[in-house]
């Protein structure tokens, strides 16, 4: 289409806000259907999902977009933008850089489940970015669906029109033609100028083995082509566009993108860290006078050392590690070397998800054998000698009597639970050294709890035990409010007298000796006895304030070996001793990789 | 030289729960299929066997194979093997089976010893070790081997979930009342693939303290030196002139041959074992193709060691020089570290395991393997 042809107001910028489970994927597989971008042969279950993680996991981390063709009743036929968000709260600013790509947001809530705490978030999100919000109340297939209370608790939250919910069932295929109506007629056109300089936002990336880093971006202003010579503005590298296009959701290249259109570049872009999400592409001829706003670094909020199990395997580790970090700006890593783990890595991230897909990540497709330690929050250290020092390993605090006073990452946390569990979600919170703030009732039956709290104690085991204690009903968002004093103290833990940096931590000084206590105890389970005793203690400084003993091995020997179990017998020996190859040796104690992440899983068990 | 035969008999009339050796329970039609291979096998290796010094058929159960059948094979095995030159002949027997009529028998055959699986006298254990016998039977068994003059053993454990020391000690007393020439005394072994490893697994059952069974092995140790006999082996005792002339071949890494299924066979320089399934060990006697034995990994440097330090008296270093031109620290550097922390002692020429080394012995062999 010549770009004289075309016409901006019959494109339209939506995304899909909803929580895990509560039907996105299944609706945005059932509009794409609808507009028959995808045949039904080449159909597989969400189709926008396209890690296999994502998809077992039921989350979607990686955003993809797609370019669909509606007829709308009014016989014209639209543009639709589909700009798909991941739903966890460790992707905030990228989801808030996607909706900023768009005009509407399709609000999805499960008719028997209500809203969710990391929903609200997101939709507070779409209004700050002055979205149309759809609402669609999916799932009204189902027995337990309750479409009126759904209704009356989005009013009194988001003042929403009731009038305005569509009840639909994304599995049945039902009501999705009047979302697309309400798409067209409730969201606006992109309001851009093709005539104004360049600006175009990037919601997005990833890496292409040819063609390295494509951007994906929404064209706020101007017109980009082929051949065009670009500037990242905060980054301020500058690349020549090879190529560029659209999903439809396959590749297609396309002539131009212009204002309003959403698609993806391509132009030789060999680093990552120079295309960040929320930069603005601008031409280099013609620049815009300033970016398009929201725009910021971001910054890991969780640490985590990562180790290869055999120290051969560092190379190899680094190597996966920099293939990750290709497709993943966000992600930061440094070496660092342990004495008890040898040499590894220092990894940055988001959030708890975000570590976690991470490390899947590298066992699954790097198939690397890793140590992780327990995951740290950045810590700012004040010494007495006016120094400030940023700390986000606990082996690297300093001597107690150097330290004046230590800040930690304080949150904001919003947990939403069925008023049954007010009590438990607030005893958690108090046990997280958490500071209530306000509680509102959202519906009869629906309780929203805000408390301000260390990140470190989320980082700590939080999410595991509000689902425990609220049958999982509970859902939870947190934003960082800042730095604020804490009285922590580092704790060592000492195997042989020995102490092993890979498991001190840090800790609020009321709780040193009980979370000391059950380390040892825990250590005490997973490390098999030795020929000699091994105690196992955690001290504070030089005072040990918690300690039990593994006591020494007595009988290790395999009581019956005859002729026709010989073989067998070696092989079982090998085994054992390939086990003994695979713990860590500190000193003379042999420690398994599971030790590492003890002081992490410590109270999931309780 | 080929010292001994094996001879395997996988069957048995009920499966112990703790048992993880090749055994089933089948057909009478199998069982006699099955013994028309053995003595096909047996001619096969005719030559081999005509001069060997003992002969062993263990299970699985071979006493649970009717007289008759076991009666038609020894007689074969006659022909085939010079019966002048063996000087011990073992079979394993359940008590339930012990008859006068085959005590006689197995006489009239040249056997001259019987290994019974008595496992323990209390009939809680029993059950739950899904043993079929009961403790009288075990004493009317005794009974009748005594009467015979065959020089007999008994198999017991110790380390039973359950097993109390009162437990224990009662079985001991049975011991020093009726005095068999051999006891092998094994610790309940939790093996993969069994019934019990279930139950403990699913935590049905409670697995047996290891320091407790370090216990009870000590107290073994005590009783049955104070009643005459001799630990020679890590699970094994005899009254003096009895040790298991058998066994002690496979504990020497000697030459020896094993026939039937999945039994394994170590001679010229290699080990080799016989196919696992039933169906593919008949199939493969019948078109003569056992020939294309399973070869397994042979490595007598180490398996002297592995099996050598079982035996109390350990090995001889002058010999293990002799025999693979390097002193064994030179090529086990490891074990000197075990010489340190005295799990290993040398003692008028011979390395062998210190009594905390005999319960520790793994750890040694895993630096070695």
Redesign the interface.
Known sequence: MKLEERKQNRIRNFSIIAHIDHGKSTLADRILESTHSVDKRDMKEQMLDSMDLERERGITIKLNSVKLKYTAKDKIEYMLNLIDTPGHVDFTYEVSRSLAACDGAVLVVDATQGIEAQTLANVYLALDNDLEIIPVINKIDLESADVEGVKKSLEEMLGIDPELCIPVSAKTGKGIDDVLEAIIKRVPAPNGDVEKPLQALIFDSFYDAYRGVIPLVMIKNGVIKKGDKIKMMASTSVYEVVDLGIYTPKELPIEYLAAGDVGWISAVIKDIENVHVGDTITHLKIPAEKPLPGYRELTPMVYSGVYPVEADDYLSLKDSIEKIKLSDASLKYQPETSQALGFGFRVGFLGMLHMEIFQERLEREFDQNLITTAPSVNYLVYLENGEVLEIDNPAKMPERQMVKKIEEPYVLATIITPNEFVGNVMEICQYKRGVFKDMKYQSDIRVEIIYEMPLSEIVYDFFNRLKSSTKGYASFDYELTGLTESDLVKVDILLNSEPVDALAFLVHKDFARERGLKICQKLKEIIPRHMFEIPIQAAMGSKVIARTNIKALRKDVLSKCYGGDISRKKKLLEKQKKGKKRMKSVGSVEIPQEAFMTVLSLESDD | MIKGL?I?IPFCDQICTYCDFCKMVTSDHTKKEYMKALVKELEYYSDLVSHIETIYIGGGTPSSLDDDLIEAFLDELETIVDMNSIKEFTIETNPNDITEKFLTMLKTHHITRVSMGVQSLNENLLNFLGRTHKPETVFHAIELLKKSKLNFNLDFLYAIPGQTKENLLKDLNFISEFKPHHISY????LEDKTVLNYLINKHKVEDFD??K??DF?EIIDEKLISFGYEKYE??NYSLPEYKSKH?L??WNLDE?L?IGL???S?FNHI?M?NPKKISKYLKEIEDKSLTMHQL??FNPQL?TL??GL?KTEGIELDAYKEKFNQDVFTIYPELKKHLE?K?LKIEEGRLKFTKEG??????V???I?
Do not use: K, P, T
């Open positions: 094996y395997h094994y610790s309940l072994i290891d320091d069974a370090r092995g890590i699970s066994n071949l496979y020896y094993g999945y039994a394994s170590q080990r074992i397994e990994d398996e592995l099996v079982r922390n799990l005999m319960y520790l012995s793994n750890q062999f895993v630096d393997i």
